[in-house]
């Protein structure tokens, strides 16, 4: 009788001991698939503040295009067949706006009337070259005759571009391109705690002249080399970004959005990186407690 009641007593425990098992893997599955959703809310809100800062790139490239294009410098660089002025006075323009922090690292191209470069202010020597070719929003700006901005790809990388034409008088003399980086908002995220990385296909490249450290990842170049967190490389260089949207890697988690260009073609990704290892905090630039997110 006493052998029937420790038996008893026995598979209780056991039945006790494999439902608690159950119980707890199940809530601990529970408190990863909420984390985890909580976390997927709070890049979706990044994912929103990083199309506004684009659109707002875009919009102010467009206003300082708009108001160059009518600056008396810039029309005498298409009236006086002077590069060496012109490349004096689009220094001097660069310099003036660089103070301000969306346009820290301005670039200006000047093309002619027939659609080819005349001044390109990152690389003095490099014009006349025919860019219709290879640059949708010049091309698109002449047919339409009218300011166009978007994101492409040209000579200097992926870039804000916006593009309007240069008249003097009713004479259309040829255009004038403004050209943003990605750089800035790499150091706006960073302030949130969040890393970000343009990344540009490699076979989407125009020029790999001036590409630094063009061998970090196989496939892609990292368009905002400067403001990129360079400690975790070796994850992502085995995420493929292809086949995935959300990525969680031990600890640190990951938010990839198609990068498109002004003719709706995929051309590269942004990614959202957080880190939530506190023990990695000297590593990673990007350390989010828990207490940032909904639970």
């Not at 707002?56 to 006086?80: G, H, M, R, V, Y």
């Not at 949708?136 to 000579?155: C, D, F, N, W, Y």
């Not at 493929?240 to 938010?255: G, P, T």
Request: glycine share 4%; charged share 25%; proline share 1%.
């Amino acid at each position: 009788m006493q052998d029937k009641k420790n038996a008893i007593i026995s598979v209780t425990l056991i039945v006790s001991l494999v439902v608690c098992t159950i119980l707890y893997n199940l809530y601990s599955q529970y408190l990863k698939e909420r984390k985890e959703e909580s976390i997927k809310v709070y890049f979706d809100y990044q994912i929103k503040q990083l199309n506004k800062n684009i659109e707002d790139a875009k919009l102010s490239s467009l206003a300082l295009a708009i108001i160059l294009s009518k600056n008396d410098a810039i029309q005498e660089c298409f009236t006086s067949n002077d590069r060496t002025k012109c490349l004096q006075d689009v220094e001097e323009i660069i310099n003036t706006f660089g103070t301000v922090s969306v346009y820290k690292n301005l670039r200006l191209h000047l093309h002619t009337k027939d659609l080819r470069s005349y001044v390109r202010s990152w690389d003095t020597k490099l014009y006349g070259d025919k860019l219709t070719h290879f640059r949708h929003l010049i091309s698109e700006s002449a047919k339409q005759k009218r300011p166009m901005t978007g994101i492409e790809v040209g000579m200097a990388g992926v870039k804000i571009r916006s593009i309007s034409g240069v008249m003097v008088g009713e004479q259309n003399v040829g255009t004038i391109e403004v050209m943003l980086d990605f750089e800035y908002m790499g150091e706006f995220f960073k302030e949130q705690g969040i890393d970000l990385f343009v990344l540009l296909d490699k076979d989407q490249a125009i020029s790999k002249q001036g590409i630094r450290n063009a061998n970090l990842l196989s496939k892609y170049y990292i368009e905002n080399l400067n403001t990129a967190n360079l400690n975790i490389l070796e994850i992502l260089r085995d995420i493929d970004f292809d086949q995935n949207d959300f990525i969680r890697y031990k600890k640190h988690y990951f938010s990839v959005v198609p990068l498109m260009d002004a003719s709706s073609k995929r051309i590269g990704y942004y990614v959202l990186h957080i880190n939530k290892d506190e023990k990695e905090r000297n590593l990673s630039q990007n350390y989010i407690p828990d207490n940032e997110f909904l639970f």
